[in-house]
């Protein structure tokens, strides 16, 4: 296993806690295995990640609660409940910080992915399934070395608290990482629901709660779709066109329509296509509105200088 807390002491960690966090991260994805399968022919299947931090009172988790719903925890909250579980009372940290960390998508899995206009490549979906095993064991790192170093910690996505609720509009969680790492300061949204950071929209993404005191990462953008080219009034309808199943509209995803694509549509036009061997995981995954969009891999520039992605 890639890194260890014996690399790191208290001391350290206190005179510059976002530099050791993001250090260990980024250490961690560049050295882990887990960052690494066969099927990828000996590339990996994220890039260097993207690390944020935000304060467990911001205030925008409450908005959160008003905007996805009132089941969706804030940072406190899920500390709490860890705690409660591990130590049987609600001990309340007097702070509280959010670790988020994006994880772009590897440029040969996107370039595999752009080519498809149906169903996710098999790198995609490998990328779905074990890059999401490979988070799974990053966010455990992570929880590890903050324990290591004396404090509490606790990955929400990996605790028996975190679920999703059935809405009108779809199925939410009550930890959304898009919504975490936006207010990390590490992107905005899109149109399709996505989140568009410096490195694209092309990512995954996770988070850890931790009672250790960490300056959080400023939100340097005007608004929560700033980053968006549709939403700056520019004319781009890449993830509308992109769309299979016409879930991307100019007013927005459609999640159900999404869902619905996904765990039923999907499998019936693979076996259609004669392509079911080869992908893995309950359902082949997607990606085509994150890739051959001018958002793929960077924020977009204004218009006139848009390079579309046509490989």
């Given at each position: 296993m890639a890194g260890s807390s014996s690399q790191f002491?208290?001391?350290?960690?206190?005179?510059?806690?976002?530099?050791?966090?993001?250090?260990?991260?980024?250490?961690?994805?560049?050295c882990s295995r887990g960052?690494?399968?066969?099927?990828?022919?000996?590339?990996?299947?994220?890039?260097?990640?993207?690390?944020?931090f935000a304060a467990g009172d911001d205030s925008i988790f409450q908005e959160y609660k008003a905007i996805i719903g009132d089941f969706h925890l804030t940072p406190?909250?899920?500390?709490?409940?860890?705690?409660?579980?591990?130590?049987?009372?609600e001990v309340r940290p007097a702070r509280v910080t959010v670790i988020a960390f994006v994880l772009p998508v590897a440029y040969s899995t996107r370039?595999?992915?752009?080519?498809?206009?149906?169903?996710?490549?098999?790198?995609?979906?490998?990328?779905r399934w074990y890059g999401q095993e490979f988070i799974n064991e990053l966010s455990r790192y992570l929880v590890s070395l903050l324990e290591g170093l004396g404090y509490q910690a606790?990955?929400?996505?990996?605790?028996?608290?975190?679920?999703?609720?059935?809405?009108?509009?779809?199925?939410?969680?009550?930890?959304s990482q898009r919504h975490i790492a936006y207010a990390a300061g590490l992107g905005t949204?899109?149109?399709?629901?996505?989140?568009?950071?410096p490195?694209?929209?092309?990512?995954?993404?996770?988070?850890?709660?931790?009672?250790?005191?960490?300056?959080?990462?400023?939100?340097?953008?005007?608004?929560?779709?700033?980053?968006?080219?549709?939403?700056?009034?520019?004319?781009?309808?890449?993830?509308?066109?992109?769309?299979?199943?016409?879930?991307?509209?100019?007013?927005?995803?459609?999640?159900?329509?999404?869902?619905?694509?996904?765990?039923?549509?999907?499998?019936?036009?693979?076996?259609e296509l004669g392509r079911t061997p080869g992908y893995t995981g309950s359902y082949p995954a997607c990606g085509l509105c994150q890739t051959k969009v001018p958002c793929e891999d960077r924020i977009p520039p204004a218009a006139g200088s848009e390079r579309r992605q046509t490989a």
């Open positions: 002491n208290r001391e350290l960690f206190e005179a510059a806690p976002a530099d050791v966090v993001e250090r260990a991260i980024k250490e961690y994805v560049a960052n690494w399968h066969p099927a990828f022919g000996g590339e990996a299947i994220f890039d260097e990640p993207l690390v944020g406190g909250e899920a500390l709490v409940r860890h705690l409660k579980s591990r130590m049987g009372s370039l595999s992915n752009r080519r498809e206009t149906v169903v996710a490549s098999i790198r995609w979906n490998y990328t606790v990955a929400p996505e990996l605790a028996d608290f975190y679920g999703w609720k059935e809405l009108p509009g779809g199925l939410a969680s009550n930890w949204f899109s149109l399709n629901d996505g989140l568009i950071t490195r694209g929209i092309a990512l995954r993404c996770g988070s850890v709660v931790t009672d250790a005191g960490i300056p959080p990462t400023p939100r340097v953008y005007r608004n929560h779709v700033a980053n968006c080219l549709f939403y700056r009034g520019e004319s781009c309808r890449r993830c509308i066109e992109r769309c299979p199943v016409g879930a991307i509209s100019e007013h927005g995803h459609d999640k159900n329509k999404c869902r619905e694509f996904l765990f039923v549509r999907q499998k019936e036009l693979l076996r």
